[in-house]
């Protein structure tokens, strides 16, 4: 037993943190993550932030963003999205982060189904930019503690109610974390495919306990696949050759080195032609050229991209790449509301494995950030605003369940991806 917090976050991805800083230091945080807290997918975003450049902008980014999600998104929370983008904004440069700015103001790109340049960045390294810099600022309070290399295995439960989390350490020993209430900021699940942009440890475990424990999902046969990561043979992550490559003027030719697609179609659209074209060419690529950008705008704007690409043994000012779609993003998750309140009493969900319908059906490209500091705030001020000790201690639990990491992690796997499977043959009969 590990004794008593107010409030256990799980998870130390943008959402995890931004939540932990929106909690008044009268309360202590304890937050724990999986690995180590800078391998989070947070980390990796390399496109950007959308915001709200002004009122004029309003009607378009919300009409993107329904598009990109075929009208399947609650337009509240795009709404609320939307809305609230400026004052994170605001949080964020106030909390230290830095965007491109050009004599002094800010920068705005554009990346696929976007109808207008509304996205903020920090080379191409703006998940590092956002992340480091929140991290830094919970460091620096004394009411936040997390701890490294600490798994969550399961949620203590009691009619409904959350009582606080099961985890496993590195070596094996099993922890009780008892609390008033529990966040899941645990990110998205791509550790579950064989080939993803995501790290490999993000493996949507919140969602087999969520199975377990009873606890309201929605859509989650919603998995986004990213049309463009670069092509290898090795096994392991994909690496992200990102949206706002294209939106800069990169171009995809088939095998014939002729174009084919409107680059700038939403993803999973893209995602279709791209998988098309490769049939047709017999590959299991399709080519990238960023070569009309010229290779100071290249190494300038897409530093991170030119590395990597180096490393691999491709320089990106002078020759293509091969690209070839991978999986990205959860747009389902663990159903919440507005406040980011899950179906069960004192526990929230935000971030990527949450769903509250903001994305549809499809994420419109750089809305994942956003969407993840948005909510993550709401449900802070909400914790705060009703804050409720939790009397109920009695749930007892068999720790013989969770001797066998191992058998749990297969276990969860099969859990998640048969409800993957069963939710899509549902949607099958509902939508026929
Ligand atoms: C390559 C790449 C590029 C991207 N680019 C962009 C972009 O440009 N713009 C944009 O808006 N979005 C982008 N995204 C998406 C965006 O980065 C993520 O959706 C978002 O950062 C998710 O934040 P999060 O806090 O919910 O999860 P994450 O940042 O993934 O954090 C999850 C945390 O949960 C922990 N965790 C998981 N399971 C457990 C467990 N069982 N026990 C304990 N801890 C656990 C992990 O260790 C980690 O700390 C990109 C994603 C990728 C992969």
Redesign the pocket.
């Known amino acids: 037993m590990n004794g008593k917090t107010d409030i256990m976050v799980?998870?130390?991805?943008?959402?995890?943190l931004f939540y932990a800083l929106n909690i008044p230091e009268d309360k202590k945080v304890l937050m724990?993550?999986?690995?180590t807290?800078d391998?989070?997918?947070?980390?990796?975003?390399?496109?950007?932030?959308?915001v709200l450049r002004d009122q004029d902008d309003y009607d378009s980014f919300f009409e993107d963003t329904l598009k990109a999600g075929h009208y399947e998104n609650d337009r509240a929370s795009v709404d609320v999205m939307i809305r609230t983008s400026p004052e994170i904004i605001s949080d964020l440069v106030e909390l230290g982060v830095e965007f491109e700015k050009k004599n002094g103001k800010l920068v705005y790109t554009r990346e696929g189904a976007h109808s207008r340049a509304r996205i903020l960045y920090h080379e191409d390294l703006?998940?590092k930019e956002i992340?480091s810099k929140l991290l830094a600022q919970v460091k620096k309070r004394p009411n936040i503690t997390i701890i490294e290399n600490?798994?969550?295995?399961d949620l203590i439960c009691q009619d409904n109610r959350c009582l606080g989390v099961v985890?496993n350490d590195r070596a094996g020993a099993i922890h009780l974390y008892r609390s008033d209430y529990v966040v899941l900021?645990?990110?998205?699940l791509?550790g579950l495919f064989h080939s993803s942009?995501?790290?490999a440890?993000?493996?949507g475990?919140?969602i087999a306990i969520a199975l377990k424990r009873q606890i309201e999902l929605e859509n989650i046969s919603y998995i986004q696949i990213h049309p463009t990561t670069l092509y290898s043979q090795k096994p392991g992550r994909r690496f992200?050759i990102?949206e706002?490559v294209r939106g800069e003027g990169a171009v995809l030719y088939n095998r014939k080195m002729q174009r084919f697609v409107d680059e700038l179609l939403p993803r999973d659209l893209l995602t279709k032609a791209i998988h098309e074209q490769m049939e047709q060419d017999e590959s299991d690529f399709v080519w990238l050229s960023m070569q009309d950008m010229g290779s100071d705008v290249i190494t300038h704007r897409f530093p991170n991209i030119f590395k990597h690409c180096l490393e691999e043994g491709y320089d990106i000012t002078r020759e293509c790449i091969p690209v070839t779609p991978a999986q990205?993003?959860f747009m389902g998750g663990i159903k919440v509301d507005l406040d980011s309140r899950t179906s069960m009493a004192q526990l929230y969900a935000?971030?990527?494995?949450s769903c509250n319908r903001v994305h549809g059906a499809n994420r419109l490209?750089?809305?994942?950030?956003?969407e993840?500091l948005v909510f993550a705030k709401r449900a802070a001020k909400d914790t705060h605003d009703h804050y409720e000790i939790n009397e109920v201690h009695q749930a007892t639990l068999d720790l013989n369940d969770y001797r066998d990491l191992e058998k749990l992690r297969r276990d969860y796997k099969t859990i998640i991806l048969d409800e993957i499977e069963r939710s899509k043959v549902i949607e099958r009969i509902d939508k026929a």
């Open positions: 799980v998870g130390t991805g943008a959402a995890g724990i993550t999986k690995t807290v391998e989070s997918d947070s980390y990796l975003a390399q496109g950007g932030i959308c703006t998940g992340t600490m798994t969550m295995v985890a900021a645990t990110g998205g791509g942009t995501n790290l440890h993000l493996t475990d919140a992200l990102s706002s990205h993003y935000i971030g990527e494995i490209a750089s809305n994942s950030l956003l993840s």
